[in-house]
């Protein structure tokens, strides 16, 4: 099992910006999907987005899309999340995710991927 280690979050006014960061240790990154899950109080845990092992296909969740973006380098051992026009609704703690693959598929199930991070609030306010 990867390590995994989030970062980043914060409290913002609706319409700012956050970028989260993933580390990841104890295995090289780029044998693994990553994706970004968040969870509301109350609400079950939902995927934000996803990405494959070297980046060539990723998935987002349409409630975040034209807004968020993933990205990875894998030089560094790094996921990232760059969340613009943040809106109350994103108000979550939001996780980090490592998938196992052998190839450019891209995970979208919360079962799907074995390892997580703590998990970083964010806080959108209105």
């Known amino acids: 099992q990867v390590q995994l280690v989030e970062s980043g979050g914060g409290l913002v006014q609706a319409g700012g910006s956050l970028r989260l960061s993933c580390a990841a240790s104890?295995?090289?990154?780029?044998?693994?999907?990553m994706g970004w899950f968040r969870q509301a109080p109350g609400k079950e845990r939902e995927i934000v987005a996803a990405?494959?092992?070297?980046?060539?296909?990723?998935y987002y969740a349409d409630s975040v899309k034209g807004r968020f973006t993933i990205s990875r380098d894998n030089a560094k051992n790094t996921v990232y999340l760059q969340m613009n026009s943040l809106e109350p609704e994103d108000t979550a703690v939001y996780y980090c995710?490592?998938?196992?693959?052998?190839?450019?598929?891209?995970?979208?199930?919360?079962?799907?991927?074995?390892?997580w991070g703590q998990g970083t609030q964010v806080t959108v306010s209105s």
């Open positions: 104890g295995r090289t990154l780029s044998t693994y999907a």
């Open positions: 990405i494959s092992r070297v980046g060539g296909s990723t």
């Open positions: 995710a490592a998938d196992r693959q052998y190839s450019d598929y891209v995970p979208r199930l919360r079962t799907d991927f074995g390892s």
